[in-house]
């Protein structure tokens, strides 16, 4: 089985969002991904807070965004959470949605040449050298990190073909979206391999879990989250491959309006069982099993409603997954 962890989209308390993350903590969980989304709470203070709980979680600052932040101040962070917790800080770019990104007057529609000038700005900046970087984006001129060189892993956030191949190209690792079926996964694999030619580079996906002893019960913890999610055009592909049909447009508008019979109705159980790790125990493990052979390293959980769902989760998966 893929290596499992743990995410925080951000959204709950500080409280909640801690005490989930102790409880897969206890259930053998050593990686905690934290979101980076506007509006929400700072992704490096609440890793701060988990890492002093934790003793020997790292943490991965998810989809940190350069259109909102320079990608010097990026590596400030980053930089000084590792000289303060060295060796168990990795870094995620991201251009971020778009919604969040128009919300605050950024146009982020062309977000390629921004993620690799970010990237390798980043890079040049971990290197511990001095830095004379001029892009059309971004510029350096005769500048060091304060904290010297340092071994933060790269891993960029991408679900788009040129942005799979760019992560091959450029990062240590990929991060693919939450809501990624089986079939996108693999698909999205083989566009970063053909960026990475024998460059080894992990793949880490978000996923989606709750867990019931009835199935239908399990998908019906994630139907409400997985319609926010599927109803955005960039996984029109993720639907197509997995063979779920679902009318985005119809979805968008019934969500919109707050007309959960419409929503329930278009976010079937089958579509749930395809999109997520949602289910039984046995559902749970047989999905696993399918992202790994589609080429997944590390299943990144998602979306669980409260502690005890967590806690279920890992206790029933986690200990073999992560001892193999």
């Not at 102790?22 to 989304?37: C, D, F, M, P, S």
């Not at 609440?46 to 932040?69: F, I, K, S, W």
């Not at 892009?135 to 942005?163: E, K, Y």
């Not at 029109?236 to 063979?243: D, F, K, M, V």
Request: with cysteine.
């Amino acid at each position: 089985m893929p290596k499992l962890s743990i995410s925080t989209d951000a959204r709950e308390s500080v409280a909640s969002i801690l005490a989930k993350v102790e409880a897969g903590y206890q259930a053998g969980v050593r990686t905690l991904w934290i979101a980076n989304h506007l509006f929400q709470r700072d992704p490096v203070t609440l890793a701060q807070a988990a890492l002093v709980r934790c003793a020997d979680l790292r943490v991965v600052l998810m989809a940190v965004n350069p259109y909102t932040q320079h990608p010097v101040q990026i590596a400030m962070g980053a930089a000084t959470l590792d000289e303060l917790f060295p060796g168990r800080v990795s870094l995620c770019l991201g251009a971020g949605a778009p919604a969040d990104l128009q919300s605050v007057g950024i146009d982020g529609s062309k977000p390629l040449g921004v993620m690799r000038e970010a990237i390798q700005l980043t890079r040049a900046l971990f290197s511990g050298e001095k830095v004379v970087f001029e892009g059309q984006n971004f510029q350096v001129r005769d500048r060091v990190l304060g904290n010297g060189q340092t071994s933060i892993p790269l891993i960029l956030a991408a679900s788009g073909p040129q942005m799979l191949e760019l992560a091959g190209a450029a990062a240590d690792g990929v991060l693919i979206t939450a809501g990624s079926s089986v079939e996108f996964v693999r698909w999205s694999v083989d566009h970063v391999r053909r960026g990475a030619g024998a460059r080894r580079v992990k793949v880490h996906g978000l996923v989606y879990g709750a867990i019931d002893d009835e199935a239908s019960r399990a998908y019906g913890q994630l139907r409400q989250t997985l319609s926010i999610l599927l109803r955005g055009p960039h996984h029109a592909r993720n639907l197509e491959l997995a063979g779920s049909v679902l009318d985005q447009a119809q979805l968008t508008r019934a969500v919109a309006d707050g007309d959960h019979a419409t929503v329930a109705a278009l976010i079937s159980d089958d579509i749930v069982s395809r999109h997520t790790l949602a289910g039984t125990l046995s559902d749970i493990e047989s999905r696993v099993q399918a992202y790994q052979q589609a080429g997944l390293d590390e299943a990144i959980l998602a979306g669980a409603q409260d502690v005890q769902q967590v806690s279920r989760i890992f206790a029933a998966v986690v200990g073999r997954a992560n001892c193999e």
